[in-house]
Structures are given as C-alpha cells and as structure tokens.
C-alpha cells in the first residue's frame, strides 16, 4: 500500500492536468466500433472511456480509486466498478474490448491483471495495452519521478507485457513516440 493516496488526491484535476489528447489511434488499435461491451481497466476518471461511448453498446470503467471513478460518474453513459484489476467482478468472456491507458506500471500485480484481462475478453476479442515505453529516455525520467513521489510504480517494457499473455494469444507490439501499445488479440472458438 503506497503511504499517499496519489489518485485520491488528484482525481478532482485529473482530467484538467492530462488532456485526452486525440484517441484515433486507440480506437483504431482496438477495431472499434464494438456492438457488445468494452472494458477500461484501471479507467480512472473515464477521460478516455468518454469518447469511446459511441464505439460500443456499453463501456465500463473499472478502477481501484473511489474519488477517481466519481469523476467517471460525473459523465454521461458510462458504468464503473470500484475494482482492483487483478479480480474484477464479471463474467467470462464478457467484454469485446479491453482497453488499459498507463495505468498496467500502476497495479500492485501485473501478470494477476494480464490473467484477469484475458479471462474477460470473448474469444475473436481484443485486448490494447498503452503504456510509457520505459525503453525511452524520458519514460525513464518519469519512472524516476514517480518513485521519488512515493508511487509504487513498476513499468515494464512492452515485450515483457506481451509475456504476460497465454501462449496462445495473437500479441504485437505498435509505438509512437514515447507511447506504446501491446495489442493482444485471442484467438475466436
Ligand atoms: C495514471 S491513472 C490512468 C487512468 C486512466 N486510464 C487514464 O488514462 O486517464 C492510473 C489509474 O490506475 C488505477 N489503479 C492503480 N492500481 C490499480 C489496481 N490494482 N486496480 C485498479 N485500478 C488501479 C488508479 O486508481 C488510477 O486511476
């Protein structure tokens, strides 16, 4: 358990410190639209899920945070759940999509949270990770940031996250800048 709650603090300018930005390749990455479900895991105050709304019948935003998740409640349409990634209370194979926007270095167990992902997207589903590249200069700089801040982050380089996956995941590597995506599609039944 971190000693500050870092999320809990900054949830109320959460959305006004890290603008969205243009999502084009998100939804491009995870095929969207969807006409069933899809999952953000460790969604926090819904900034990205609030554009995908459109993209699917239905999105929830699943997060550990309670303050952060209330910022999520603010926007119209999306349904949250007070979670840890590492168990999250749904079904198998419930959710067309899975998204995780930098929030995977954040969780206390990341093969739990890779497991958990892959237990939740339907077959022929998709599940996208975007995380800091830790393999850039700069992402090594924040990592250190945030340790000096107290935050129990733990990055890990892109391949390593493609290594979390059951063997017979469908994995591949996309990046941008300092930005990267794990896009790991199962295989359909
Ligand atoms: C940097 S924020 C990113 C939030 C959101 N994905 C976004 O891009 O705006 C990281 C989020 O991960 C959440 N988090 C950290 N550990 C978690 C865990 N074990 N289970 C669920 N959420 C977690 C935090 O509460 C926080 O909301």
Redesign the pocket.
Known sequence: MPILDH?GFIAPY?DRV?KPGNRDDLITLAALPVEGMVL??????G??AQFLRNQAAQVVV????FE?LTQAQAKDGLLTAC????WMPFEDQCFERII????LH???HQGE?AQELWRLVKPGGRIVIEEPDVRTWGVKLLALGEKVLGMRSHFLAPPAIAGLFDESAQVRIERKGAISWVIVEKPGE
Do not use: K, P, Q, W
């Not at 953000?40 to 105050?45: F, V, Y």
């Not at 995780?100 to 929030?103: H, L, N, P, R, W």
């Open positions: 999320f959460y890290f953000d895991a460790g969604g926090g105050t900034r990205i699943a997060d550990l945070s952060m979670s840890h990634t590492e995780m926007i930098d929030a954040h969780v206390c949270t």
